[in-house]
């Protein structure tokens, strides 16, 4: 038995050498940080977010209102969401609630009847875009224990006799709200709290118990834990808390919104409307989302309870920058429609007036009437952020719930195609802002890749005609080449147009699938780019990732930073990166190399004069630690730093929903002996130290947000690999006992009796 413990240990020990041996690399390097180096300003808004309802990351996520389908104005299918169960039903128009407010449910009960909302369902199988009708089909409202729901609802009475119950349907679930229709021969509301007993799943149940026709519409239902509900200021809409939160621990100095998509709509004729998304919650419009596919089972609407007024206000209470994103005018079913109309015009196959024709049916065209009305909306959306409230469209803010102005500074020019036309159409409306308004600096987005003959064609546009215009520009990469463009800006003009870049994000190359493509991997990959960004700020005024939230099961992109469900929110890697960097960044860069980008580690260093806190960014890609030293000259005397981190054993290693905390960053201390640190940098890590100096030593810096890892990353692969090589070593141990016992007994068989005589 002792040898096949001792074969066991052996084995134990070979595994455990093996790895610290594959893990760790003595490999020492210096990174000087002087004083005399500190170099140009860092842009004071360089990190923000997007937001943008793709994914029912708005409808269905940041909206605290669980109803889907609220108003019966789907066009893909009026009674998406709804399970109804009546003598009859259907979905009328004839006595609308208001113009904007079509479409209302006409019921007629002969006993019982009911009617549920499922909310916002999953409609996939996890990690795929299957199509799980189940799913689709299955009540997904998230409901707390002991909180409390607003129901809310219009009701019209037509000869219904009988009570109206109405609960939340989940097992567990006991407390109902009752009431009559009597003597609501006209649209009336009802409102009443409701409490959950449980935590659970499930959807709101509507019962009517008679005889007779009632008209419902405009149904809702609110946690009225819900950021922002019924405060004075966020007078009609709340949102999502855990979405709240999440955001603002990102501390985004910007926020874009609502998407380039969704700003451009499908056709000229949806243009995205912002006068839509404000007021009282019934009156505002609704339209179908541009990512709605109803053949393939996601029927997606804009309720805009989410609206402009509400986008303002998130940036005022976070203290970011809004950025409202606006249309050219331009508008295609898609860009690669747009693309190959051009390669026939640029081959001959269209004629200049098949050429012009088709750009005068996807875009609104300057001196038409059409073309002042759309430009004057814009105007008029300027005046609604920072307008006194003596104009029209500042009195409009102020019934909105806000009397002072927003601090808006920045709009963006948005649009799927460029070329002349968008030039000709962003000309227009730069004139008509600047001689309304003259402190709004716009940011021109005319898509074209990055190093393309288009991209330096428009930036030379921008250097000639509006030199104080921001180009703006999108980085969407996969396999492993953001990595390449590191080094993207460090040959981009310092005197010319400054870079905003609006949405980017990147899919890891071989690791995951879905969900899990947001691994430590991924953040590692967009850490490298960063540093590069940060590296370059003076010419890069502002950046953020996208999508930044999408449902679990519903996802129309493959990445995003913050992935939910109705109960949760699961903060990805690459979260955590945006997270780490936006928190941590000097004032001004400080050129320091390290020189070990062959290596696969890189850095960027930016300090804060007036804070003294130097910070260092430091990513390693390589599965090996390494030996590094800081040297810290001219900044007096350093005692200690703090590094805020994150680090993995393999690649895939992500945060699932439903499933346990595995990376998160985490923190240690340093202490630096003669201004110098020689620390070990974790294998494929992302790295922020933060270095206080003179009078500040003790400087208060970013504390990360309490988390619990609960436990490490395990790779699929060592799930299955680890019993087995238990499993190995039991057998292994099982023989070699056997084996033992079968020796010694044979040995005891053998051996000769007091007699002389062998055992028998």
């Given at each position: 038995m002792?040898?096949?413990?001792?074969?066991f240990?052996?084995l134990?020990?070979?595994?455990?050498v093996?790895?610290i041996?594959?893990?760790?690399?003595k490999n020492?390097?210096?990174?000087?940080?002087?004083?005399?180096?500190?170099?140009?300003?860092?842009?004071?808004?360089?990190y923000?977010?997007?937001?943008?309802d793709?994914?029912?990351?708005?409808d269905?996520?940041?909206?605290?209102?669980?109803?889907?389908n609220?108003?019966?104005?789907?066009?893909?299918?009026s009674l998406?969401?709804w399970n109804i169960?009546a003598?009859s039903?259907?979905?009328?128009?004839?006595?609308?609630?208001?113009?904007?407010?079509?479409h209302?449910?006409?019921?007629?009960?002969d006993?019982?009847?009911?009617?549920?909302n499922n909310?916002?369902?999953?409609?996939?199988?996890?990690?795929?875009?299957?199509?799980?009708?189940k799913?689709?089909?299955t009540?997904?409202?998230?409901?707390?224990?002991g909180e409390k729901?607003e129901?809310?609802?219009?009701?019209?009475?037509?000869?219904?006799?009988?009570d109206?119950?109405?609960s939340l349907?989940?097992k567990?679930?006991?407390?109902e709200y009752?009431?009559?229709?009597?003597?609501?021969?006209?649209?009336?509301?009802?409102?009443?709290?409701?409490?959950?007993?449980v935590?659970?799943?499930?959807?709101l149940?509507?019962?009517?118990?008679?005889t007779?026709?009632?008209?419902?519409?405009?149904?809702?239902?609110?946690?009225i834990?819900?950021?922002?509900?019924?405060?004075?200021?966020?007078?009609?809409?709340?949102?999502r808390?855990?979405?709240?939160?999440?955001v603002k621990?990102l501390?985004?100095?910007?926020?874009?919104f609502?998407?380039?998509?969704a700003s451009?709509?499908g056709?000229t004729?949806?243009?995205?409307?912002?006068k839509?998304?404000?007021?009282?919650?019934?009156?505002?419009?609704?339209?179908?989302?541009?990512?709605s596919d109803?053949?393939?089972g996601r029927?997606?609407?804009n309720s805009?309870a989410?609206?402009f007024?509400?986008?303002?206000?998130?940036?005022?209470?976070?203290?970011?920058l809004?950025?409202p994103?606006?249309?050219a005018g331009?508008?295609v079913?898609s860009?690669?429609d747009?693309?190959?109309?051009h390669?026939?015009?640029e081959?001959?196959?269209?004629?200049?007036?098949?050429?012009?024709?088709?750009?005068?049916?996807v875009?609104?065209?300057?001196n038409?009437?059409k073309?002042?009305?759309?430009?004057n909306?814009i105007?008029?959306l300027?005046e609604?952020?920072?307008g006194?409230?003596?104009?029209?469209?500042?009195?409009v803010r102020?019934e909105n719930?806000?009397?002072?102005?927003?601090?808006m500074?920045?709009?963006?020019?948005?649009?799927?195609?460029g070329?002349?036309i968008y030039?000709?159409?962003?000309?227009?409306?730069y004139?008509?802002v600047?001689?309304?308004f003259p402190?709004?600096?716009?940011?021109a987005?005319?898509?074209?890749?990055?190093?393309?003959d288009?991209?330096?064609e428009?930036k030379?546009?921008?250097?000639?005609e509006y030199?104080?215009?921001?180009?703006?520009?999108?980085c969407?990469?996969e396999?492993?080449?953001?990595?390449?463009?590191?080094?993207?800006?460090d040959?981009y003009?310092?005197?010319?147009?400054?870079?905003?870049?609006g949405e980017?994000?990147?899919?890891s190359?071989?690791?995951?699938?879905v969900?899990?493509?947001n691994n430590?991997?991924?953040?590692?990959?967009?850490?490298?780019?960063?540093?590069?960004?940060?590296?370059?700020?003076?010419?890069?005024?502002?950046?953020?990732?996208?999508?930044?939230f999408?449902?679990?099961?519903?996802?129309?992109?493959?990445?995003?930073?913050?992935w939910?469900?109705?109960?949760?929110?699961v903060?990805t890697p690459?979260?955590?990166?945006?997270?780490l960097f936006?928190?941590n960044?000097?004032t001004?860069?400080?050129?320091?190399?390290?020189?070990?980008?062959q290596?696969?580690?890189?850095?960027a260093?930016?300090v804060?004069t007036?804070?003294q806190?130097?910070?260092v960014?430091l990513v390693?890609?390589?599965n090996?630690?390494?030996?590094?030293?800081?040297?810290?000259?001219?900044?007096?005397d350093?005692?200690a730093a703090?590094?805020q981190y994150?680090?993995?054993?393999?690649?895939?290693?992500?945060n699932?929903i439903?499933?346990?905390?595995?990376?998160?960053p985490?923190?240690k201390?340093?202490?630096?002996?003669?201004?110098?640190?020689n620390?070990?940098?974790d294998?494929?890590?992302?790295?922020v130290?933060?270095?206080?100096?003179?009078?500040?030593?003790?400087?208060e810096?970013?504390?990360?947000?309490?988390?619990e890892?609960?436990?490490?990353?395990i790779h699929?692969?060592?799930?299955i690999?680890?019993?087995?090589?238990i499993?190995?070593?039991l057998?292994?141990?099982g023989?070699?006992?056997?084996?033992n016992r079968?020796?010694?007994?044979?040995r005891?068989k053998?051996k000769p009796s007091?007699?002389?005589?062998?055992k028998?």
């Amino acid at each position: 038995m002792k040898k096949a413990v001792s074969l066991f240990l052996a084995l134990a020990i070979i595994v455990s050498v093996t790895v610290i041996a594959f893990t760790y690399n003595k490999n020492g390097k210096e990174l000087l940080i002087s004083k005399d180096n500190i170099s140009y300003d860092i842009s004071n808004n360089l990190y923000g977010v997007s937001l943008e309802d793709v994914n029912f990351a708005v409808d269905g996520g940041l909206s605290s209102n669980l109803v889907n389908n609220n108003s019966f104005e789907y066009e893909s299918d009026s009674l998406s969401a709804w399970n109804i169960d009546a003598a009859s039903y259907s979905v009328q128009s004839k006595e609308s609630l208001n113009k904007n407010n079509r479409h209302y449910l006409s019921v007629t009960v002969d006993g019982e009847g009911t009617a549920i909302n499922n909310g916002y369902t999953e409609i996939y199988d996890y990690k795929t875009y299957n199509l799980n009708e189940k799913k689709k089909n299955t009540s997904d409202m998230g409901f707390k224990k002991g909180e409390k729901y607003e129901f809310s609802a219009y009701f019209k009475n037509i000869g219904f006799k009988g009570d109206i119950i109405v609960s939340l349907n989940a097992k567990g679930n006991t407390e109902e709200y009752k009431f009559s229709l009597d003597g609501y021969d006209e649209w009336t509301k009802v409102i009443s709290q409701i409490e959950s007993n449980v935590t659970a799943d499930g959807g709101l149940l509507i019962k009517a118990v008679g005889t007779g026709t009632f008209l419902m519409d405009f149904v809702t239902l609110v946690p009225i834990e819900s950021y922002g509900f019924y405060s004075e200021e966020w007078k009609y809409s709340s949102i999502r808390s855990d979405f709240y939160s999440a955001v603002k621990e990102l501390s985004p100095k910007f926020i874009r919104f609502p998407g380039s998509i969704a700003s451009n709509g499908g056709n000229t004729e949806k243009l995205y409307n912002w006068k839509s998304t404000i007021g009282p919650l019934e009156e505002r419009a609704q339209s179908e989302n541009p990512w709605s596919d109803s053949e393939n089972g996601r029927d997606y609407n804009n309720s805009n309870a989410v609206g402009f007024y509400e986008y303002f206000m998130l940036c005022e209470d976070l203290n970011a920058l809004p950025i409202p994103a606006v249309s050219a005018g331009i508008s295609v079913e898609s860009y690669e429609d747009y693309r190959e109309k051009h390669s026939d015009y640029e081959n001959g196959e269209l004629t200049e007036n098949e050429w012009r024709s088709y750009l005068d049916s996807v875009a609104l065209k300057p001196n038409t009437e059409k073309w002042e009305k759309y430009v004057n909306d814009i105007i008029d959306l300027i005046e609604f952020a920072v307008g006194g409230i003596d104009s029209e469209w500042g009195a409009v803010r102020a019934e909105n719930g806000r009397t002072e102005p927003f601090a808006m500074k920045y709009l963006e020019i948005d649009s799927e195609i460029g070329g002349d036309i968008y030039w000709r159409n962003f000309d227009s409306i730069y004139k008509a802002v600047k001689k309304a308004f003259p402190h709004i600096i716009l940011i021109a987005s005319p898509k074209a890749e990055a190093e393309s003959d288009e991209f330096k064609e428009n930036k030379a546009i921008i250097n000639a005609e509006y030199p104080d215009a921001v180009l703006g520009e999108s980085c969407f990469s996969e396999g492993g080449k953001l990595f390449e463009k590191t080094h993207r800006y460090d040959s981009y003009e310092r005197s010319g147009a400054k870079a905003a870049v609006g949405e980017w994000s990147v899919k890891s190359d071989g690791y995951g699938t879905v969900q899990t493509k947001n691994n430590i991997w991924s953040a590692i990959e967009e850490a490298a780019y960063l540093t590069g960004v940060e590296r370059n700020a003076d010419v890069v005024r502002m950046i953020s990732c996208a999508p930044l939230f999408s449902k679990v099961n519903a996802q129309c992109e493959d990445v995003n930073l913050v992935w939910f469900d109705s109960q949760e929110t699961v903060l990805t890697p690459d979260y955590y990166t945006q997270m780490l960097f936006a928190n941590n960044i000097g004032t001004k860069y400080v050129s320091a190399k390290l020189n070990m980008e062959q290596q696969g580690v890189f850095e960027a260093v930016t300090v804060d004069t007036e804070e003294q806190v130097i910070y260092v960014k430091l990513v390693n890609t390589q599965n090996k630690n390494i030996d590094l030293t800081l040297n810290i000259q001219g900044f007096g005397d350093i005692s200690a730093a703090s590094n805020q981190y994150m680090s993995e054993l393999f690649k895939a290693a992500c945060n699932e929903i439903g499933g346990k905390l595995h990376v998160a960053p985490r923190e240690k201390e340093y202490t630096f002996k003669n201004n110098k640190l020689n620390f070990n940098l974790d294998g494929l890590s992302v790295n922020v130290i933060r270095i206080p100096y003179g009078d500040k030593n003790k400087a208060e810096l970013y504390v990360l947000p309490e988390t619990e890892i609960v436990t490490p990353y395990i790779h699929p692969a060592f799930k299955i690999v680890i019993p087995s090589v238990i499993m190995f070593l039991l057998a292994v141990t099982g023989l070699a006992v056997l084996a033992n016992r079968y020796s010694i007994r044979k040995r005891a068989k053998n051996k000769p009796s007091e007699n002389g005589e062998k055992k028998k």
